[in-house]
């Protein structure tokens, strides 16, 4: 799974997007992010398994949080997006 940030101009702002690599090629691409809020800084880890979880942050009511959506190799597809944190107090993200 590759994710990245990439503007929409059909929503005049940023969304998260993903592309998953199965069977020996690249599925289609999916928007990962639910909300209307402005994303940033997305980042992939997969286990040795092969299921991936894409995180991203943003800023939401004043305030910076990180969100996540899971695709799981034994489930037919994503999972669903949710929320990581309720605030964060930093601009800064642990990687």
Do not use: F
């Amino acid at each position: 799974m590759v994710a990245w940030r990439e503007t929409d101009a059909a929503i005049g702002r940023g969304r998260i997007w993903a592309v998953r690599y199965a069977g020996g090629s690249w599925g289609a691409r999916e928007a990962l992010q639910a909300s209307g809020n402005e994303p940033n800084d997305p980042a992939v880890a997969i286990d040795p398994c092969g299921n991936a979880a894409a995180t991203w942050a943003e800023h939401e009511a004043g305030h910076k949080r990180v969100w996540s959506n899971r695709y799981e190799t034994a489930c037919s597809g994503g999972g669903a997006t949710r929320r990581l944190t309720t605030s964060l107090k930093s601009d800064r993200l642990i990687r």
